[in-house]
C-alpha cells in the first residue's frame, strides 16, 4: 500500500513537472512571437509612462528628411510640410499611439528600450533628461509626396518595395489626418474622416477582384498537366443550378433566358479597362458566370485569357482544380499565414474555401469570399518578380545613437520560397503580356519591361456602388526591382484607373534611382 502510493506521488510529481516544463516552453514562444506587438500596444502602460521621462530619437527617411522630432518643451512634431505630414503619417505614425506607424512599431529604439539599464541610468543622473536613439527609414519621403498627389481624393492606398531586399520605398494611405493634431482629434476640436487612421496598406481587407486570378494561374500550372499549351473556348458564359450551385455544362446560354448584367460605372472604352467578375445574373433555376457584357473571346490561349483577364477561362480553371486543390495553393502562397514581422504589423489575408461549384468559379476570377490586404498582394508579386523567393517586407533601414553611433542595421530577410523558377518563369510571362497587350497597358514603362494584372472588385450585388480598381504588378530590371500594389476605392475599373498610377509611380521610382 505504501509503496504503492510513493508510485502515485512521483507519477504526478513528475506530471506536473512535465506540465511546468511545457508552459516554460510555451512562454518562450508566445513571448519570441508575440513580444513585439504586445510592446507596440497603445495599451502597453509601460512605454506611454517613459514618454513622459524621455526625449524619443527622430525618425527620418531612407535619405536623412526628417518626419518626426522632439522640441526642447518636450512636444513631439513631424514633417514641416504639410502634404508631406498626411502622406507619412500611416508610416511614421502618432506620439499618442493611435496608430501602429514607426512611433509605437519602433518605439523600444526612439524611448531607449534598447539600451543598457546602466547606460540608461548614468545618462539620466548626468544630463536628467534620457535620450532614445533615432530611426532612419527604408521610405522615401519624396515617392510618398508623389504618390499621395497622384491619388487625388480617392481612399485607398499605394505601396512600392524593392522585391529583392523587400524594402518599403512608399507606403500611403488615404484618407489620411494630421499627426500635429492627434489631441484636437482625440478631444474632439478637429473631425477626422471615418477610419481616417487605419492604414490600408497593412490593415485593408478587400475582394481582390481579377488580381487573383494569378492565384487560380498558379494553382493549374501546379495541378493541371500541359495547361499552358492548351486552348480554351470562351462561349461567353458557365451556367449552374441556381439552388445547388452544380455546374452545367450541357446547358445552353441563350442571352433572352437571362437578364442582362446593368451598365458598369466606368467607360468600357478607356484603355485598360478589364473584364469585371459581377455577381451572378439569375433568372428561373439557373445562374451563370460571364465576362463583362456577355463578351465571347472564342479560341484562347491560357496566356491571352491572363490578359484580357477572361472570367469564363478563370472559372472554368478553378472547376477543374477543384476547391481543396485551391485552397492549398493560397495556403502555399501564404495567404492566410499570420505574419510576424518586426517592422510592420500586417492583418492577415484569407482564403474561404467554396462549398459549391458556383461559388468555386467565383473564386477562381477573385469575387467570391476572399480577402486580400495591399501589402499582402504587392508581396505575391514581388515573389513572382524574384523568381518565386518572397522577402520578408521591412520599413526600418538603421537605428543611430544621439552620438551619430550606428547601434543596428536592419537586414533582409527571405520570409519563404512559395514558386518553384519555372512556375515564377511562366506567371511573369503571363504578366508581362498583360501590360503589353492586355488590360494593363497604360501600366507601361517606356524603355523598361512591366508586368502586371489589373482587378475590378464587385463591392455590390446590385452594382449601386462603384467598383474598386486594383493594380498589381514589377517591373523586370535587376537594376530596379520593384513591385507595386495600388488600390482606389469605387474608382472604377483597374485598368483605366489605379493602372497609370502604378505606371506613373514606376517611372518616378525609377528616376531617382530605385
Known amino acids: 500500500m505504501q509503496s504503492n502510493t510513493r508510485k502515485y506521488i512521483k507519477a504526478m510529481l513528475a506530471l506536473f513537472c512535465a506540465m511546468f516544463l511545457v508552459l516554460c516552453v510555451y512562454l518562450v514562444y508566445i513571448v519570441g512571437a508575440y513580444g513585439t506587438r504586445w510592446f507596440t500596444s497603445p495599451y502597453n502602460s509601460r512605454v506611454q509612462a517613459q514618454k513622459s521621462n524621455v526625449q524619443a530619437g527622430r525618425i527620418a527617411d531612407r535619405n536623412g528628411e526628417l518626419l518626426a522630432y522632439t522640441a526642447d518643451s518636450g512636444e513631439r512634431f513631424y514633417s514641416t510640410d504639410k502634404a508631406r505630414r498626411r502622406a507619412i503619417c500611416h508610416v511614421v505614425g502618432d506620439s499618442y499611439g493611435q496608430t501602429v506607424g514607426a512611433e509605437s512599431m519602433f518605439a523600444k529604439y526612439l524611448l531607449g528600450f534598447d539600451q543598457d539599464v546602466a547606460d540608461r541610468f548614468v545618462e539620466t543622473l548626468s544630463s536628467g533628461v534620457r535620450m532614445g536613439s533615432s530611426v532612419m527609414l527604408t521610405i522615401d519621403a519624396k515617392l510618398c509626396d508623389y504618390a499621395y498627389d497622384l491619388m487625388n481624393d480617392y481612399w485607398g492606398s499605394v505601396v512600392l518595395l524593392n522585391y529583392k531586399t523587400g524594402e518599403i520605398l512608399c507606403s500611403v494611405s488615404q484618407p489620411t489626418f494630421d499627426p500635429n493634431y492627434m489631441e484636437d482629434y482625440i478631444e474632439g476640436r478637429k473631425e477626422l474622416a471615418a477610419s481616417a487612421m487605419v492604414d490600408r496598406v497593412t490593415m485593408g481587407k478587400y475582394t481582390p477582384g481579377s488580381t487573383f486570378k494569378t492565384v487560380t494561374l498558379i ?292 528616376s531617382l534611382g530605385y
Not at 407 to 433: C, D, N, P
Request: charged fraction near 20%; glycine fraction near 8%.
Open 219 to 510: 494553382a493549374a500550372l501546379r495541378y493541371l498537366p500541359g495547361v499552358t499549351e492548351r486552348t480554351f473556348d470562351c462561349d461567353g458564359a458557365l451556367v449552374f443550378d441556381r439552388e445547388t450551385g452544380k455546374y452545367l455544362p450541357d446547358v445552353a446560354v441563350d442571352d433572352s433566358d437571362f437578364t442582362q448584367s446593368t451598365t458598369q460605372s466606368y467607360d468600357r472604352e478607356k484603355e485598360g479597362a478589364e473584364d469585371t467578375g459581377a455577381e451572378p445574373d439569375t433568372v428561373q433555376k439557373y445562374s451563370i458566370v460571364r465576362d463583362y457584357q456577355s463578351q465571347y473571346h472564342g479560341e484562347i490561349t491560357l496566356f491571352e485569357a491572363y490578359a484580357k483577364s477572361c472570367n469564363h477561362v478563370f472559372a472554368q480553371l478553378a472547376l477543374e482544380v477543384g476547391a481543396a486543390k485551391m485552397a492549398q495553393t493560397a495556403r502555399e502562397l501564404c495567404i492566410g499565414d499570420e505574419f510576424l514581422f518586426d517592422d510592420l504589423l500586417l492583418y492577415t489575408s484569407s482564403y474561404a474555401k467554396p462549398d459549391t461549384q458556383l461559388n468555386l468559379a467565383w473564386s477562381g476570377v477573385g469575387q467570391y469570399k476572399d480577402l486580400m490586404t495591399p501589402m499582402q498582394m504587392c508581396m505575391l508579386t514581388a515573389a513572382v518578380a524574384n523568381d518565386g523567393v518572397m522577402m520578408q517586407p521591412r520599413l526600418l533601414s538603421k537605428v543611430v545613437t544621439k552620438n551619430n553611433y550606428v547601434r543596428f542595421t536592419q537586414s533582409s530577410k527571405t520570409y519563404k520560397t512559395i514558386l518553384s523558377a519555372a512556375e515564377a518563369e511562366i506567371v511573369q510571362q503571363a504578366m508581362l503580356g498583360t501590360i503589353k497587350s492586355g488590360t494593363g497597358t497604360s501600366a507601361a514603362v517606356k524603355g523598361y519591361a512591366v508586368g502586371g494584372k489589373t482587378g475590378t472588385a464587385e463591392i455590390s450585388s446590385n452594382k449601386t456602388v462603384n467598383t474598386h480598381a486594383w493594380f498589381t504588378g514589377f517591373v523586370q530590371d535587376d537594376e530596379h526591382p520593384l513591385a507595386v500594389c495600388v488600390i482606389l476605392e469605387q474608382a472604377g475599373g483597374g485598368g483605366s484607373k489605379a493602372a497609370p498610377l502604378a505606371g506613373k509611380l514606376l517611372s518616378k521610382a525609377i
